[in-house]
C-alpha cells in the first residue's frame, strides 16, 4: 500500500512536468473548456491542449471510478454530479459546454 | 336495567387486527440523500486538485 502510494505520488510529480502546458493556462488561454460529462474538452485544437485533456481526463476518470465504487452508484452519475461543479466553479472568460455541445465563454 | 344497558352501550370497542403483510419502511431516500452528500464532499475535494481541475 505505503509502495502504490509512493508511486502514484512520484507519478504525480512527474507528470506535472510532463505537459507542455499547464491545465491552468490552457484553462486561461481557451484551449480547453469544461464539458457536460465532467471531462475536459479541446476548445481550440493543438498537440499540447489534446495531449493534456487525455492526461487530464484519464486521472478524473480514476477518480470518478473510485468515488462511484466507494458509494455503490454508477460512474456516469459521478461524472455528471462533477460536471455541474466544475462548470460552477469555472472562472469567467474560460469555456464550459452548453448542453447542445457549443463552447460558451463564461 | 336502563342503566346497565346505557353502560353496555356505551363501552367502546377498539379492535385491533394485525397486518397480515409484514411492514415495510422504505428507508432509500434517506440512504440516497446521505450517498449524495457524501459524493458532494469528495468531489469538493477533487475539485481543488490542480492537477484535475
Redesign the interface.
Known amino acids: 500500500m505505503k509502495t502504490k502510494l509512493l508511486v502514484l505520488a512520484a507519478g504525480?510529480l512527474l507528470?506535472?512536468n510532463a505537459f507542455a502546458i499547464s491545465?491552468?493556462d490552457a484553462k486561461s488561454q481557451g484551449l480547453v473548456g469544461e464539458q457536460t460529462n465532467g471531462y475536459l474538452g479541446i476548445v481550440k485544437s493543438s498537440p499540447d491542449a489534446s495531449a493534456l485533456a487525455k492526461q487530464?481526463n484519464a486521472?478524473?476518470k480514476s477518480?470518478y471510478q473510485k468515488?462511484a465504487k466507494?458509494?455503490?452508484?454508477s460512474v456516469a452519475e459521478?461524472s455528471k454530479?462533477?460536471a455541474e461543479?466544475?462548470m460552477k466553479?469555472t472562472k469567467k472568460g474560460q469555456f464550459i459546454q452548453s448542453k447542445s455541445g457549443k463552447w460558451i465563454k463564461k | 336495567m336502563i342503566a346497565l344497558l346505557a353502560l353496555t352501550g356505551c363501552t367502546p370497542t377498539v379492535k385491533i387486527e394485525p397486518p397480515d403483510k409484514p411492514i415495510v419502511i422504505n428507508l432509500n431516500v434517506k440512504i440516497e440523500h446521505e450517498i449524495r452528500i457524501k459524493i458532494d464532499k469528495e468531489l469538493d475535494e477533487l475539485l481543488t486538485n490542480d492537477e484535475l481541475f
Open positions: 504525480l507528470s506535472l491545465l491552468h487530464v486521472k478524473r477518480h468515488i466507494k458509494n455503490g452508484i459521478v454530479m462533477a461543479k466544475a466553479a
